[in-house]
């Protein structure tokens, strides 16, 4: 049976379909057998950015396919060693039925209080419906500095959860790779690259530990 990880969030565009992309095109070329499930049936971004990451001939190619709930999707996971599910654009009821679902339930989020507070009432709700916070992590992403990153990070460890040990800068050249249909893991920068390296790998940490 696949390991299941899902990128969900209350708001829109905090980067779930970024780190689901990253954490699949690295398991790919690990060798591991990966479907990115894309849950977002009405934008189906990931399925867009793989059609233009197919016709532009990059390797690996990844395999992604959209899915109207968590159930379908789960329903092909014999065949594959990991589940990433890519969430739908703002949390709704299909968010609880993602996390029972999931082994780890990753939400990214900015490091204002404007995004942090939204993110952590989703958590409540989650574990309010029996979701173990174990289970939960929060991804901070769009950071602009340290110092930013250390009070978001205290902000959600206050609150009960636990923040991944890395996080991701905002920067341009992210969107310029997923334009041309790569993860931020490919990125033109080394420097970036490194970054959303080090942020996968404590994805996969999580999943080990
Ligand atoms: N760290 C970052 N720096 C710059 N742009 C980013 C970063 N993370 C995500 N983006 C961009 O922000 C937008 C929303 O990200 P996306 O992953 O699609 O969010 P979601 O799937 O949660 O709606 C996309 O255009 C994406 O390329
Ligand atoms: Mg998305």
């Known amino acids: 049976m696949a390991v299941t990880v899902a990128f969900v969030s209350q708001k829109g565009g905090p ?3 970024t780190l689901a992309r990253a954490l699949s ?3 790919a070329t690990n060798g591991l057998r990966v479907k990115l499930a894309d849950l977002d049936l009405q934008q189906g971004t990931s399925l867009e950015w793989n059609r233009t990451r197919l016709q532009a001939g990059i ?4 395999s992604v396919e959209s899915f109207p709930t968590a159930a ?4 092909v996971a014999g065949e594959y060693d990991l ?3 890519d ?5 709704s009821a299909g968010t609880l039925e993602i996390a029972r679902a999931s082994d780890l339930v990753v939400q990214p989020s900015g490091a204002a209080l404007d995004d942090l507070r939204p993110a952590v009432k989703l958590f409540h709700e989650l574990t309010r419906a029996g979701i173990p916070s174990e289970r939960l992590v929060m991804a901070l992403n ?11 990070r205290a902000y959600v460890e206050q609150a009960g959860y636990s923040v991944l040990a890395s996080s991701l800068v905002e920067r341009p050249l992210y969107r310029q790779a997923q334009n041309a249909g790569l993860a931020v893991t490919e990125a033109k920068h080394a420097r970036l690259r490194e970054r959303a390296d080090a942020l996968v790998q404590s994805i996969v940490n999580r999943i080990e530990g």
């Not at 390797?59 to 990844?62: A, D, G, L, R, V």
């Not at 969430?87 to 949390?91: I, Q, S, T």
């Open 59 to 62: 390797e690996p190619s990844i």
């Open 25 to 27: 095109r690295e398991a």
């Open 142 to 152: 769009h950071v602009a500095t340290e110092a930013e990153e250390a009070d978001a």
């Open 15 to 17: 980067g779930k379909s």
């Open 72 to 75: 379908k999707a789960l329903a």
């Open 87 to 91: 969430g739908p654009a703002r949390a």
């Open 83 to 85: 589940l990433v599910i």
